[in-house]
Antibody
Framework: EVQLVESGGGLVQPGRSLRLSCVAS????????MYWVRQAPGKGLEWVSG????????AYADSVKGRFTISRDNAKNSLYLQMNSLRPEDTAFYYC??????????????WGQGTLVTVSS | QSALTQPASVSGSPGQSITISCTRS?????????VSWYQQHPGKAPKLMMYDVTKRPSGVSNRFSGSKSGNTASLTISGLQTEDEADYYC???????????FGGGTKLTVL
């Protein structure tokens, strides 16, 4: 059974940083691209970032480009999202998702339960 | 970047069929075959219901079907059941930017 468990969320002040983690199990982690998708409370889904199986290609939504960095450690079956210069509008549940394929064209398939990030003073 | 537009809400009675549309607009042309649909119940993670426009993941009821015409994709749910009441999101991939985009979501009410 595929499991994706996010952690690292919490309350943080505007302008500060936070690092999210996602530990994967139940599948061959290094055979799949991975994503971060967020959802502000009561709002819709927003794709944030994606990374290929070998980290060669990363992509970001315009809303986070230059502030967020996605990375992965295949030896640890882990995905990360380093979030810098946080803004109140970054407040959301952050979901880790597994792609169907090696590449970022792969449909987001399985999802974790999410971790809540709240940016507020 | 592309934007995906969905109706805010649709409704139907048990046993009826409904269709949710997803229209793509914007300067980036999304890749035609990379359209997915997700179902999300309150407080739960999204669940994939359709991918590559018309493909159904294993375990998803065949009451769900997908289609596409021009720049509009559609999700049809036939034989509506009360458990189908949820939010539904479409998504599309753009290979030029290697990004995904989600529609704003449609709240399905089963009356």
């Amino acid at each position: 059974e595929v499991q994706l468990v996010e952690s690292g969320g919490g309350l943080v002040q505007p302008g500060r940083s936070l690092r999210l983690s996602c530990v994967a199990s139940g599948f061959t982690f290094d055979a799949h691209a991975m994503y971060w998708v967020r959802q502000a409370p009561g709002k819709g889904l927003e794709w944030v970032s994606g990374i290929t199986w070998n980290s060669n290609i990363v992509a970001y939504a315009d809303s986070v480009k230059g502030r967020f960095t996605i990375s992965r450690d295949n030896a640890k079956n882990s995905l990360y999202l380093q979030m810098n210069s946080l803004r109140p509008e970054d407040t959301a549940f952050y979901y880790c998702a597994k792609a169907l394929t090696y590449y970022t064209s792969g449909t987001p398939w399985d999802w974790g339960q999410g971790t809540l990030v709240t940016v507020s003073s | 970047q592309s934007a995906l537009t969905q109706p805010a809400s649709v409704s139907g009675s048990p046993g009826q069929s409904i269709t949710i549309s997803c229209t793509r607009s914007g300067s980036d042309v999304g890749d035609d075959n990379y359209v997915s649909w997700y179902q999300q119940h309150p407080g739960k993670a999204p669940k994939l219901m359709m991918y590559d426009v018309t493909k159904r993941p294993s375990g998803v009821s065949n009451r769900f079907s997908g289609s596409k015409s021009g720049n509009t994709a559609s999700l049809t749910i036939s034989g509506l059941q009360t458990e189908d009441e949820a939010d539904y999101y479409c998504s599309s991939y753009t290979s030029r930017s290697r990004t995904w985009v989600f529609g704003g979501g449609t709240k399905l009410t089963v009356l």
